[in-house]
């Protein structure tokens, strides 16, 4: 029963050979993924990653990367994005290659932009980053998704008469995620059942993987 994790995407910025500088294209590109990220609040953390194409060294490479980040990042606030909105800031270099090439290729130098999942798994709730601004209508969406989703894995294992860890965690996710939605707006234990319920949930999905 795979479960995959997603990332909603906002946008990519390409670059030029060996530079982490906005040429004109990405500048433009730069203004319509601000506008989106103003447009749209999220409690969902920004996610900023850099990429190379598979010239140069490893290395060198993951800094490249990392720069094209970081260019992004403050292009972005100077755009006007709220500071809270630009969450992780990392590189990946030249390890996921768009086009499976050896030299230059604009395609593969690029940052992506996306909403990303809360956490893939996590080893205590607290390490979620919700806090009370989070609350609101997405959010509500969310954990009803997940309550769902958690309900279902649950019957169906319990249906199989599988007891293992993807069972334990599935429960696990079905009552965090059940106190997380019965909550009112207001309730002061709402985003902490909210994290109880991600964290859960990013529990079961490595586990049914």
Known sequence: ??????????GTINFDFDSAELDAEAQAKIV???????????YKPT????????VGGVGYN????????????AALLEQGVSVDRIGTVSSRGERELLVSVAGPERLNRRVTVTLGEMLAACRTYREVPLT???????????????????????AQLAAARRSGAAFQMAGAAREDCNIAVGYDASALRKVEYAQRCF???????VALN
């Open 1 to 10: 029963m795979p479960v995959s994790l997603s990332a909603q995407d906002i």
């Open 32 to 42: 319509e993924i601000a506008e989106q990220l103003k447009e749209n609040p999220s």
């Open 47 to 54: 996610v900023l990653i850099g990429f190379t194409d598979a």
């Open 62 to 73: 993951d800094q490249l990367g990392l720069r094209r980040a970081n260019a992004v990042s």
């Open 132 to 154: 009370a601004s989070s609350v609101g209508d997405e959010l509500q969406t969310d954990l009803e998704s997940r309550l769902s989703e958690a309900e279902s894995f649950f």
């Open 199 to 205: 964290c859960s949930s990013a529990r079961m999905r």
